[in-house]
């Protein structure tokens, strides 16, 4: 089974831009891995930010975007907010089966 | 809008069978049911997520390879419900177990927590 890699944690400022990276251990990310991205904060569910790779909810903030990069997916932030501290999965599909990564721990200071 | 409930035991004993719902309510329910994929994850305490698998509005399912001789997903129709259940538990399936709808992920669940203890 592949392995999905996140950086562990990631630190911007406030009105800031990061971009946090999803690797497939097996190859470059495509979009046929239909990548997600998922923000979660401490003691709540997670939520989509981003489906099949750059598509966007319509409660998903404009100033995050995601794209490939690289031969990764990509979630970037563009002007982080305090209340985007939380933590960022990705979702990698493999054929219609589904491996996370381990989680981004992103810090707003 | 759809809203999704996790509901079951909240302990279950080692090597027992873990048995979960997915209560769906809200939006189009009997349409919901049948045009949507429903999907299970889970996040043991204070760790990551992980997929457990779904199962697509033509009711094939696809399992994590980890979990797959243990897993099974279904859907009640009749109760507008999507069901897990999980053989042969042990302390590492301790979790908090999601449900959530569709290709594009909209909605989850709030979670449930299933400890597995003697």
């Known amino acids: 089974q592949a392995v999905v890699t996140q950086e562990p944690s990631v630190t911007v400022s406030p009105g800031g831009t990061v971009t946090l990276t999803c690797g497939s251990s097996i190859g470059a990310v495509t979009s046929g891995h239909h990548s997600y991205w998922f923000q979660q904060k401490s003691g709540q569910a997670p939520r989509t930010l981003i489906y099949a790779t750059s598509n966007k909810h319509s409660w998903t903030p404009a100033r995050f975007s995601g794209s490939l990069l690289g031969g990764k997916a990509a979630l970037t932030l563009s002007g982080a907010q305090p209340e985007d501290e939380a933590d960022y999965y990705c979702l990698l599909s493999y054929s219609g089966t589904g491996v996370f990564g381990g989680g981004t721990k992103l810090t707003v200071l | 809008q759809v809203q999704l409930q996790e509901s079951g035991p909240g302990l279950v004993k080692p090597s027992e069978t873990l048995s979960l719902t997915c209560n769906i309510s809200?939006?189009?329910?009997?349409?919901?049911?049948?045009?949507?994929?429903w999907i299970w994850m889970r996040q043991p305490p204070g760790k990551g997520l992980e997929w457990i698998g779904y199962?697509?509005?033509?009711?094939?399912?696809n399992y994590n390879p980890s979990l797959k001789s243990r897993v099974t997903i279904s859907v009640v129709t009749s109760k507008n419900q999507i069901s897990l259940m999980l053989s042969s538990v042990t302390a590492a399936d301790t979790a908090v177990y999601y449900c959530?709808?569709?290709?594009?992920?909209?909605?989850w669940g709030q979670g449930t927590l299933v400890t597995v203890s003697s």
């Open positions: 959530a709808r569709g290709s594009s992920v909209d909605s």
């Open positions: 199962i697509s509005f033509t009711g094939s399912t």
């Open positions: 809200g939006g189009y329910i009997s349409g919901s049911i049948s045009e949507y994929e």
